[in-house]
């Protein structure tokens, strides 16, 4: 029976030999079992734990070469620099994407592409506890690369694998990162900031403007009331010639023009000029555009898989193209532009009437959620009362079966029927201790949206 706990243990748990130890003991001592030497015991701990290590990389590797025997050694060449470059194919795909840029975007995309092709999800790995795996995609991030190169076989193969593996989906979170980055801070922003600038830059013109219609304003409104107070008739002349003494009349109706051509029209247009800077950031998108459309990172978000849709048609209204024949209203998809976009996409007035800016177009996609959840709290009402035995008793509610229904939510589950008896039912009672174990119904739903 000890034999079975410590075997166990030091499979299912990664942790070191003394933590292994302090188990190991007081699992001998809860069990009433006459404790060994400390000496024997640690020796007979230590050796254990490197059995189970062997063994975990000898099943790791003996499962990337049952998946293609050719894998092994595509993991190991990963090592090596290739002619012209400072470093190996391994250091570029473990280095996350540091600069916002749309040139470092495309180097996301390129890595989640590059990791992907190795095809790591297909690997049977169930057998072994998820939490191995992960100290050992750890340790294979942690290292350098001369010590990695190093390791003696199964254990090479073993890291790399996991390494391989642990970035087939965080390149993904990192190319996503990034995008809602580059959305936010060189697209949305500084289409902002320019046109903030933009608008502080006519003022002085517009105050000058302004100044020279309300004076005509004014001399006109005096003289129509002096006409009606006498009840005389209009003498259009001598309206000019009052109106003139303001300034001559071209400078006037040039006056009148900038108020009209400076001041919006609406409430909106202030909204409709972002939109219009947003679309010159173009050139942003322009280097990742055609990667996007191919890569899987977008199908892994809720709002990727529309911007997939639209982006992948993008390339083909390339700007070359666009200056021969311009883009027409009917070739895009009109539900997919937001009321608010329509003057940037189809009034561009640098454009011929009738056509479509596609820049702008391209731009609208980028405005859309891509609706990856970052993160979620949970909080407990502390006016209430809550139960953390094993057995619940009274008016409390139990923590830990409400805690269980809450993370449920957290990884986006809603709620159904009370009457299933569910984890996510609508309803909770006190000590609703049953909360604490997933239900089949909550376990499918959970499998329905993480497969
Ligand atoms: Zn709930």
């Known amino acids: 029976m000890f034999r079975a706990f410590l075997h166990g243990r030091a499979w299912t748990h990664a942790e070191g030999s003394v933590t292994l130890f302090n188990h190991t003991a007081g699992w001998l001592r809860r069990h009433r079992v006459l404790l060994p030497g400390v000496n024997v015991l640690a020796r007979h701990v230590s050796e254990v734990r490197t059995n189970a290590e062997k063994r975990l990389h000898a099943t790791v590797a003996k499962a990337a070469l049952r998946a293609d025997p050719a894998l092994p050694v595509d993991l190991v060449a990963l090592q090596k620099t290739p002619e012209g470059t400072r470093y190996s ?114 003022l002085p013109q517009l105050e000058k403007a302004s100044r020279i219609v309300a004076r005509a304003a004014k001399v006109f409104i005096e003289k129509l009331e002096s006409i009606e107070a006498a009840g005389g008739e209009v003498d259009v002349a001598a309206l000019w010639r009052a109106l003139e003494e303001v300034a001559p009349r071209s400078v006037m109706s040039g006056a009148a023009a900038i108020v009209v051509t400076l001041v919006p029209q609406d409430g909106d247009s202030a909204q409709t000029a972002l939109r219009g800077a947003l679309a010159l950031r173009y050139n942003t998108v322009k280097p990742f555009l055609s990667l996007l459309g191919e890569t899987p990172a977008l199908e892994a978000a809720t709002g990727g898989v529309r911007i997939l849709a639209g982006v992948k048609k993008l390339p083909a209204l390339s700007r070359g193209k666009v200056g021969e024949k311009p883009l027409l209203p009917r070739e895009i998809d009109d539900k997919l532009v937001p009321p608010h976009w329509h003057q940037a996409v189809y009034a561009n007035a640098e454009q011929p009437q009738g056509t479509v800016d596609r820049d702008a177009y391209a731009c609208t996609w980028f405005n859309l959620k891509i609706g990856v959840q970052q993160e979620s709290d949970i909080m407990f009402n502390k006016n209430k009362l809550w139960s953390t035995a094993s057995t619940c008793s009274g008016s409390r509610y139990d923590l830990r079966g409400l805690a269980v229904h809450e993370f449920g939510h957290a990884f986006g589950l809603n709620h159904v029927a009370e009457s299933t008896d569910q984890v996510m039912g609508d309803k909770s009672g006190y000590c609703d201790t049953y909360m604490r174990k997933l239900q089949r119904g909550d376990t499918l739903e959970m499998i329905n949206r993480y497969k």
């Not at 975007?105 to 506890?129: C, H, S, W, Y």
């Not at 191995?132 to 190093?150: D, F, I, M, N, Q």
């Not at 996991?162 to 979170?173: G, P």
């Open 89 to 202: 194919e391994l250091e570029r795909m473990r280095r996350p994407p540091t600069r916002t840029t749309g040139t470092a975007m495309k180097g996301a995309l390129q890595r989640v592409e590059d990791i992907a092709a190795f095809g790591l999800g297909r690997l049977k790995l169930e057998q072994i506890p998820p939490n191995r795996l992960s100290v050992l995609a750890r340790y294979g991030l942690g290292t350098k690369a001369p010590k990695l190169e190093r390791t003696a076989e199964p254990k090479g193969t073993a890291i790399l694998t996991a390494v391989m593996r642990h970035l087939e989906a965080k390149a993904i979170d990192d190319a996503l990162d990034l995008f809602e980055i580059l959305m936010a801070t060189r697209l949305i922003s500084t289409a902002k900031r320019s046109t903030d600038k933009q608008r502080l830059s006519t």
